[in-house]
């Protein structure tokens, strides 16, 4: 149980277009999902938090109108990056909390590989 | 050994050895630390995690101790096989305000030697 996809797991885009990254519960609900971003060879940055029914939260340096987030269901938080440019390019990584799990675990999605040419 | 490359600390054992990974936290406030495993080209996987009311919690093959009085964590895996190459990271959050992201450590990268 406890198992989170995510969509695509790689994804090429031109400088100047947008990328949609979808994450998915598959086995259980979740009221918020977070978004991480990894650098090669550096650590997990927290981006933003995703809350079903309500905008979400960034992250202090993290732009908003870049990188959109939508949390429509209980089970799927998308992250839409708009105006893709190189620096972008990164590891992006999902991770949802179980509503019904009172212990405070984190379910990681397998990471989306976005390259920006 | 261990040094330290330029994003991530490397420590090299033998197969078959135990390892002891460290990690420093950085806010007093945390009392729920995670360990988690990255393979190459993957997601982070869960491998063990304590609360700050505890300062030693086992696992299988696995002991994350914790030391609050100087925000240090450890990993310890015992026996070490091929497997368990890959990158560690230790993970903070503090769980009274509800649903919050993890901070995570910078990272150590296991090598197992054969």
């Known amino acids: 149980g406890a198992v989170v996809s995510q969509h695509p797991s790689r994804v090429i885009c031109k400088s100047g277009t947008s990328v949609k990254i979808e994450c998915r519960s598959l086995?259980?609900?979740?009221?918020?999902m977070f978004w991480y971003r990894q650098f090669p060879k550096q650590s997990l940055m927290l981006m933003a938090t995703?809350?079903?029914?309500?905008?979400?939260?960034?992250e202090q340096g993290v732009e908003k109108d870049k990188f959109l987030i939508n949390h429509a269901s209980l089970t799927l938080s998308t992250l839409t990056v708009t105006s893709a440019h190189p620096e972008d390019s990164s590891f992006y990584i999902c991770s949802a909390d179980d509503d019904r799990d009172r212990a405070y675990e984190q379910y990681f999605g397998p990471g989306t590989r976005l390259t920006v040419t | 050994g261990e040094s330290v490359g330029l994003h991530l600390p490397t420590l090299s054992v033998q197969e078959g050895d135990n390892s002891i990974i460290n990690c420093a936290y950085s806010?007093?406030?945390?009392?729920?630390f995670i360990w988690y495993k990255q393979e190459s080209g993957k997601g982070p996987q869960f491998i063990i995690d304590?609360?700050?009311?505890?300062d030693k919690r086992q696992g299988q093959r696995v002991t994350v101790l914790l030391n609050k009085t100087v925000k240090h964590l450890s990993l310890q895996i015992a026996a070490t096989q091929p497997g368990d190459s890959a990158v560690y990271f230790c993970?903070?959050?503090?769980?009274?305000?509800?649903?919050?992201?993890?901070?995570f450590g910078k990272g150590t990268h296991l090598i197992i030697q054969p």
């Open positions: 806010n007093s406030a945390s009392d729920y």
């Open positions: 995703s809350n079903e029914g309500s905008k979400a939260t960034y």
């Open positions: 304590i609360r700050s009311n505890m």
């Open positions: 993970a903070e959050t503090y769980s009274g305000g509800g649903a919050d992201g993890l901070t």
């Open positions: 086995d259980f609900q979740a009221t918020t």
